[in-house]
């Protein structure tokens, strides 16, 4: 399909590990937008990029966690030394471009465990 | 800080009836508002959206009412039918927060035949 990809769908990891999230947005989106939905919540905003910038990461909790977008499509999610804490689900999104009323198109998220 | 909220976690209807769906927000910044729906497993799908400058939003049997003055949004599904059953989000951004959206807990709604 011509959706937003995310893989893996699931990921359980050991406390201090590294992981990383992968997007594939819709062809030809160049906004991005990365969400973090924990249990019993809405989507909580992380970082969005306008092709290859990020351009508002004001929502990544602390440094462990960083994102790239190398070359304006494919975005990855890195969390340094994880945490029971970051465990939830996280969501993907494009949009043709960033602001106002664009519609935002979500993938399915990568469910994320923590031992 | 809670921006946007949504008081009831969970709504439990019959098929045919109104289904209303309540969102409260207290930044007055925001000029866009927009309800998502989704189903477990999935990612949210966008449903209906309202810009500050209008009070009311139609999209079928789906329609969005926007009280600035409250800070007060509502989604009513007429008739609710039991397909509608998903979690509802209510979002909001404004702008030059490049589309950045801010979501409220959600509202599971069970629609009973």
């Known amino acids: 399909g011509a959706g937003v990809s995310q893989t893996p769908s699931n990921k359980v990891t050991e406390k201090g590990k590294y992981v990383e999230l992968r997007c594939d947005p819709i062809?030809?989106?160049?906004?991005l937008y990365w969400y973090r939905q924990s249990l019993g919540q809405g989507p909580e905003f992380l970082i969005y990029f306008q092709g290859t910038g990020a351009a508002d990461d004001s929502g990544l909790p602390n440094d462990r966690f960083f994102a790239v977008r190398p070359e304006g499509s494919v975005s990855t999610l890195k969390i340094q030394r994880t945490e029971r804490g970051d465990s939830a689900v996280y969501l993907c999104a494009s949009s043709l471009w960033a602001g106002g009323n664009n519609e935002q198109f979500f993938g399915p998220g990568t469910r994320l465990t923590v031992l | 800080d809670q921006q946007v909220k949504q008081n009831s976690p969970s709504l439990s209807v019959q098929e045919g009836r109104i289904s209303i769906l309540n969102c409260d927000y207290t930044?007055?910044?925001?000029?866009?508002f927009l309800w998502y729906k989704k189903y477990p497993a999935e990612g949210p799908t966008f449903l209906i959206s309202i810009s500050s400058i209008k009070d009311k939003n139609e999209d079928g049997r789906f329609t969005v009412f926007l009280n600035k003055s409250a800070k007060h949004l509502s989604l009513h599904i007429v008739p609710s039918q039991p397909g509608d059953s998903a979690v509802y989000f209510c979002?909001?951004?404004?702008?030059?927060?490049?589309?950045?959206?801010?979501f409220g807990q959600g509202t599971e709604l069970s629609v009973k035949p």
């Open positions: 930044n007055s910044m925001f000029d866009y």
């Open positions: 979002a909001a951004s404004y702008y030059n927060q490049g589309g950045k959206l801010i």
């Open positions: 062809s030809g989106h160049t906004a």
